[in-house]
């Protein structure tokens, strides 16, 4: 037990005081505080601002007219319409030094009984005021139908008064409400993240560490004085701590950042606040962290140890990269379809759950008994990939040169007793 003490000691020791490690911190705290202020700038820079559209004098006088009167009613108008010139020459002289965003220009459309309209701007591409006007356009046009249709201004209020229409959860309890919904789909995507970001980095620094200690002989020296268990459990607990205080210093800074007076302001425009966040959720967040870390931990300490050279490590620990790339991808898709089939399933592969389970949990409703039954079988797959990844490791760490096949670490490993 002392000497598993000695490698924790080491592991974390050597880690924390290393540029790479103080260096990374930092770059992702700066990371999160600027990604933090992201929803604040969108509301001071780009949320309200009003574009200026031009417009062609004397052409269908009345659709002008009638965009200006749609708009002038709006609390926050995206569009204004108050640049006409006689000819394009000058609106297109506009558009080149800025005076207007684009212009409008109307072409006889006998068809449908209403011109066909073309917005000129420098973008080819379609835009949120190309958007807007557009929006606009289809209302000005029902008007015109509906003053044909000689319609009781009750009538045409009530015809186009919008429905009222919202999403709820259904579930046992009350439900979640629109901003719980938001903050959890948040919080769940930033949960992810974090945990794919914490397994593929942490991953890789044990698999690294194991490979470059055999690679320089000094693993040779090092198992004179611990055993080969006592090393691999050692690294794998001092990365472990190592990236915890990593992750809460990140955590922290976000959180910190987040409930900033403007911050905090600009996320209940969004519909996000942190105060409806399930503390059930953060509980499982952190057993599902935790197993899924280790899970993971185990397998590229054991790859690490059958790798003689770190330009191999690489492609020896691919089959493990793989396996958290699709589990990463498979939980993007489910934070549209918490609770498809494939959702469901996959939840309960240990390789998958501690991404899509933890999804469930904050986007759907899980019964108590899949969350057991999925901790169950990663306890369970975490025992049996730790029992085999330590009988890999105390064979692999002192077979050098070729990587060994399957059939030649299977010999070998039945030389030793776990």
Known sequence: MNKLGTVIAFTMRNKMRSKAFLISTLVLILLVVIGGNVPYLINKFGGDKTRSVGYVEGQYPEIVQGLRTLYAKQEKPDVKLENGASDEKQLKAWVEDGTISGYLTFTDNPAIGFPSAIYHSKSALGSDTSQSLQIALQEIKNDFVLKDAKLSDEQKSRLNAPIAFQNEQVTDGSGKTAEEQGTAIGLTYVIVILLFMSVMISGQLIATEITAEKSSRVMEIIVTSVSPLAQMFGKVIGTFVVAILQIAGIVGALVINLNLPHNADALQGFGIRLDTVDPA???????????????????????????????????????????????????????????????????????????????????????????????????VSILVLGWLSAKIYRTGVLMYGKRPSVKELVKAMKAYKV
């Open 281 to 379: 959720m953060i509980v499982y967040t952190v057993v599902f962290f935790l197993t899924g870390f280790f899970l993971y931990a185990m397998m590229f300490a054991a790859v690490g140890s059958i790798v003689s050279r770190t330009e191999d490590l690489g492609q020896a620990v691919l089959p493990i990269t793989m396996l958290t790339i699709v589990g990463f991808y498979v939980a993007m898709f489910g934070l549209t379809h918490p609770d498809s089939p494939l959702i469901v399933v996959c939840s309960f592969i240990p390789f998958f759950s501690p991404f899509l389970m933890v999804l469930r949990v904050g986007l759907a409703e899980p019964g108590w008994w899949e969350i057991a039954l999925s901790i169950g079988i990663l306890l």
